[in-house]
């Protein structure tokens, strides 16, 4: 019974961090790049779309599908280093918690 106590302790002062945490990840920006940096996109920690960056060589309508592709390329960098900045941040939150490894509390 004690340790049931002591987990919905840490279970209460987890659910004020990640409150904290939603928060947080709003300010958190992380940038993706392709093509060596012609394309650039900018994303909050949660993946909301902050900023893209094109170069303006890029801006041919016979490339259109480089553009494109470049693009997506940016995105997902950048939504990979959101992604583990949200997973590292949530470790340190839930560390000493019995939660199944793999969880995913986002």
Same mark, same amino acid.
């Given at each position: 019974?004690?340790?049931?106590?002591?987990?919905?302790?840490?279970?209460?002062?987890?659910?004020?961090?990640?409150?904290?945490?939603?928060?947080?990840?709003?300010?958190?920006?992380? @940038?993706? $790049?392709?093509?060596?940096?012609?394309?650039? *996109?900018?994303?909050? #920690?949660?993946?909301?779309? +902050?900023?893209? =960056? &094109?170069?303006?060589?890029?801006?041919?309508? @016979?490339? $259109?599908?480089?553009?494109?592709?470049?693009? *997506?390329?940016?995105? #997902?960098?950048?939504?990979? +280093?959101?992604? =583990? &900045?949200?997973?590292?941040?949530?470790?340190?939150?839930? $560390?000493?918690?019995?939660?199944?490894?793999?969880?995913?509390?986002?």
């Amino acid at each position: 019974m004690k340790d049931l106590l002591g987990i919905m302790s840490k279970v209460k002062e987890m659910q004020s961090k990640m409150e904290q945490l939603q928060a947080e990840l709003e300010t958190v920006e992380v @940038d993706g $790049a392709a093509g060596g940096g012609m394309v650039t *996109v900018r994303l909050s #920690a949660k993946g909301a779309l +902050k900023a893209i =960056r &094109i170069d303006p060589s890029l801006l041919n309508p @016979d490339e $259109a599908e480089i553009l494109e592709d470049l693009v *997506v390329a940016a995105h #997902a960098e950048a939504r990979a +280093k959101g992604d =583990r &900045i949200v997973q590292e941040k949530t470790q340190s939150i839930t $560390a000493g918690l019995p939660i199944p490894p793999g969880m995913k509390l986002f």
